[in-house]
């Protein structure tokens, strides 16, 4: 009698083990999409906007502040 509610026990906490628990369900929220408005009268353009002033290359600013130019690292050697 020992032994079989020994066996039992085993079996029972084996078979719960067992079971395989169902995966937690992610959501993702869906990517928003532009719609666009209605359309404006027909012939009808936007107003240029003004354009900057344009430095010239290869000088620093007016202000005295010097451009920096950042190099990407090379990229690494493959493991061996």
């Known amino acids: 009698m020992n032994r079989s509610l020994l066996i039992l026990a085993l079996l029972g906490a084996l078979s719960l083990a067992a079971c395989d628990r169902p995966a937690a369900v992610v959501t993702v929220p869906a990517t928003p999409?532009?719609?666009?408005?209605?359309?404006?009268?027909p012939d009808a353009t936007g107003a240029k906007g003004v354009e900057g002033n344009?430095?010239?290359?290869?000088?620093?600013?007016?202000?005295?502040?010097?451009?920096?130019?950042?190099v990407p690292p090379p990229p690494?050697?493959?493991?061996k």
């Not at 532009?34 to 009268?41: E, Q």
Request: charged residues 15%.
């Open 33 to 41: 999409v532009a719609v666009p408005g209605p359309a404006g009268p």
């Open 54 to 70: 344009k430095g010239e290359t290869g000088k620093p600013a007016a202000d005295g502040t010097t451009t920096v130019i950042v």
């Open 76 to 79: 690494d050697a493959p493991a």
